[in-house]
């Protein structure tokens, strides 16, 4: 039985899943209605239902092979090789919107140069992302779209895959976001908690992200480790 679940960083309902050898999948019903949604998972069950009886052959040929089964694929061979586990979360979210835009069900020997646009339009439309986050996602893609090829399923990328090409990085007229010594120091006057206020002048001191304060350990007197982006390791001089 298939059953409809909310995916996140999605607004589309999916429909979960086991497939022939057992193993739990899903795709994306592509419609943020449940009603609409839960037609789609009772057409499907009713699809397979046909199949499993023979009253409808299941096709062998290469469109077979749709984008949530690709997508699967790709993540189990990256986690099987030992990737970062949050280059793989990274991946993971790049390929949701992917499927969110083009469809699951969609053969990957379907996507051309069409696709590029509608992914682009789905991006600063549906989800408006920045550019950065629209070229973070476009990188996850591209991996993707090369690993189809390196693997055998595609002979050849379906479409190039350009930041430029979508969209821009640089804005002259967005203003540089930075604090200036004296307005930093007008956000440590309002903090009441000593720790916090302690934690957050180490991490302006020595530049650390958001996700390394936690992980800031006093290793020597003088040194101080932080784990960083890609779970590596960074020691930092303790500041006086």
Not at 124 to 152: A, D, E
Not at 221 to 234: A, H, Q
Request: contains cysteine; positive net charge; proline residues 5%.
């Amino acid at each position: 039985m298939a059953e409809l679940l909310k995916q996140k960083n999605s607004p589309y309902w999916y429909i979960r899943y086991t497939d022939d050898i057992g193993k739990r999948r899903k795709f994306s019903s592509k419609t943020k209605n449940k009603s609409m949604a839960l037609k789609i998972k009772n057409d499907y069950e009713a699809q397979e239902m046909a199949i499993k009886h023979g009253i409808v052959e299941k096709k062998k040929k290469k469109s077979d092979i749709s984008l949530n089964n690709a997508i699967n694929d790709f993540l189990d061979d990256k986690k099987i090789s030992g990737l970062a586990i949050g280059t793989i979360k990274n991946y993971r979210l790049a390929l949701v919107n992917l499927q969110d835009a083009l469809g699951s069900l969609t053969s990957i020997y379907k996507i051309g140069p069409t696709d590029r646009p509608v992914i682009r339009r789905y991006f600063r439309k549906t989800l408006r992302l920045n550019p950065q986050g629209t070229n973070i996602r476009l990188r996850s893609i591209k991996v993707f779209m090369r690993w189809l090829v390196k693997n055998g399923f595609l002979d050849k990328v379906p479409f190039e895959i350009d930041r430029d090409t979508f969209i821009k990085i640089k804005d002259v007229d967005k203003k540089p976001r930075f604090l200036m010594p004296g307005e930093f120091e007008k956000v440590m006057d309002e903090f009441v908690n000593d720790n916090m206020k302690a934690y957050c002048r180490l991490a302006f001191r020595l530049g650390l992200r958001l996700g390394e304060i936690p992980t800031a350990k006093l290793i020597t007197p003088k040194r101080l480790r932080v784990i960083g982006k890609g779970d590596k390791d960074r020691t930092l001089p303790f500041p006086e």
